[in-house]
Every structure is written in structure tokens, then in C-alpha cells.
Nanobody
Framework: QVQLVESGGSLVQPGGSLRLSCAASGFNLDYYSIGWFRQAPGKEREGVLC????????YVTDSVKGRFTISRDNAKSTVYLQMNSLKPEDTGVYYC???????????????????WGQGTQVTVSS
């Protein structure tokens, strides 16, 4: 059974940094794409940063390019989202999601992902 649990969300000032964790269980990370998504108040869920192939390539949305990075610790079965230079518009509920790699590279869009965590709140404010 695939399970994902996010943690690390909090209130942070603009310009600050935060690292979110996604603890995975029930599957091998090597065979899955992991994506990070967020949903701002009153907005639709959007892809932020997603693995697009097993060689480590990723998709990064323009609004976070150069500020957010994804990493994995296979020994801990955990994926991280490092967020730097945070802005108020980064505020929202952040989710990690997983889908198996196949013949097609997954798109960083919600319908492509099968399993989801419960979300963690990130608030960027003075």
C-alpha cells in the first residue's frame, strides 16, 4: 500500500527558507516519479516541481525556478522540497504525490499522479 506523509510546513517571513519532507512507504522510490504540488487559497492545485524521468530530470514551474529544488534520501525513503527566497505568493498547502514510471514521462499535472499525501501548510508573511 502506497503512503505519503508530508511535514515541515510553517509560517516563514519573505526571503526565508523552508524544507518540506515527504516520507514514503509501501513502494520503491526508484520506480516512481515524485511530484510536489501546491494549492493557494481560492486557486486550483498546480504542479511545482516533478520528476519526469528515472535519470533525475525534473520539471520546474517558472514561478519557483532557481529557488526550489527536489532531492531524495533513499535510505530514509524520503523526498525533500528545499524552498529558498520565499515569497508571499508561495503561500498554500503543499502536497507530494507519486506515480509509477512508464513508457511515457509523467506531466507535472494532478491527473497524472495516483497517490497523494495529506498536505502541509506553508504561509509566507511578515
Amino acid at each position: 500500500q502506497v503512503q505519503l506523509v508530508e511535514s515541515g510546513g510553517s509560517l516563514v517571513q519573505p526571503g526565508g527558507s523552508l524544507r518540506l519532507s515527504c516520507a514514503a512507504s509501501g513502494f520503491n522510490l526508484d520506480y516512481y516519479s515524485i511530484g510536489w504540488f501546491r494549492q493557494a487559497p481560492g486557486k486550483e492545485r498546480e504542479g511545482v516541481l516533478c520528476m519526469t524521468s528515472s535519470d533525475g530530470s525534473t520539471y520546474v514551474t517558472d514561478s519557483v525556478k532557481g529557488r526550489f529544488t527536489i532531492s531524495r534520501d533513499n535510505a530514509k525513503s524520503t523526498v525533500y522540497l528545499q524552498m529558498n527566497s520565499l515569497k508571499p505568493e508561495d503561500t498554500g498547502v503543499y502536497y507530494c504525490a507519486a506515480t509509477p514510471f512508464g513508457s511515457r514521462s509523467p506531466r507535472c499535472e494532478s491527473p497524472w499522479y495516483d497517490d497523494w499525501g495529506q498536505g502541509t501548510q506553508v504561509t509566507v508573511s511578515s
